[in-house]
């Protein structure tokens, strides 16, 4: 398969400071293949916005160039729809960040489909808790499944997962016999896994997102105004919280769907 390297390259309008990427947005992740558009986002550590001109470059059988926006302190650029596939790099420069603060950069991205997991204990228990965890490891380990690439946030069930491959998370060691892969939300891995296995040759990279936190409430993942519409919901401090820490920082993130796994744990208002 013929790959083709995309350099997007963002000169930013910024007095001083950084810029950075959104925290998701790392070496060897996977970005929403077409018919979608994927972004690049992030922040600036101070700026107006003003005067920005963000160009996207792409190099190899094909070149096109993309607009890109600044609003206050944070940052976008959208590109073309991009087939399934492809190992890509991304630098962004930003014209007058503080010298050594003003390009950044991720490689080994690849186009598929992406899938935000989330929810509670149910979302995140983990694969080290499956009787299949070693038939999978074994299978990954003679290659297959090589098209999944995995992320997740740290939560008080599972550790932090940079982007990276099952065949790497799979030689990270973890406590005791365990591995990073084990670590990872098992019904986000098995659909992708099931996922693989029903689409056959045509399965596209996959891209798992996992976000779940064991004991969350469904509250917490909404908004309170939306929340407030709702009856027989009482809010409270906590309300809101992994909506503003878990789902808004993926705002910007184009995905394929998403995975929802809520337990128990907003039934006791009901007794």
Not at 168 to 180: C, E, G, K
Request: with cysteine; aromatic share 8%.
């Amino acid at each position: 398969m013929k790959t083709t390297a995309t350099l997007l390259a963002a000169v930013i309008g910024c007095t001083s400071g950084m810029i950075t990427f959104s925290d998701h947005i790392q070496d060897h992740m996977v970005m929403q293949r077409a018919p979608q558009k994927s972004a690049v986002h992030g922040t600036l550590e101070t700026g107006s916005g003003e005067g920005v001109t963000v160009t996207a470059t792409v190099t190899g059988s094909s070149s096109y160039s993309v607009p890109g926006v600044v609003d206050g302190d944070q940052w976008v650029a959208y590109l073309k729809p991009s087939d399934a596939g492809g190992n890509y790099s991304v630098t962004v420069t930003c014209d007058g960040c503080s010298p050594g603060n003003n390009t950044i950069s991720i490689n080994d991205v690849t186009f598929g489909d992406v899938w935000y997991c989330a929810g509670q204990s149910n979302m995140a228990l983990n694969l080290a808790h499956t009787v299949s965890r070693n038939k999978s490891l074994d299978l990954i380990q003679s290659g297959k499944y090589s098209n999944i690439r995995i992320y997740s946030m740290a939560s008080n069930m599972n550790p932090n997962i940079s982007w990276t491959t099952l065949i790497n998370a799979s030689t990270i060691p973890m406590r005791h016999s365990d591995n990073l892969l084990f670590s990872m939300s098992a019904t986000c891995y098995y659909f992708a896994e099931s996922l693989t296995d029903i689409m056959g040759s045509a399965a596209p990279p996959i891209g798992l997102i996992h976000t779940a936190f064991g004991g969350s409430e469904a509250e917490q993942w909404t908004s309170n105004a939306t929340s407030a519409k709702c009856t027989n919901l009482t809010l409270n401090g906590a309300s809101q919280r992994y909506f503003d820490e878990r789902v808004v920082p993926f705002s910007k993130t184009t995905i394929k769907g998403f995975l929802w796994y809520q337990g128990e744990n907003d039934m006791g208002e009901l007794f």
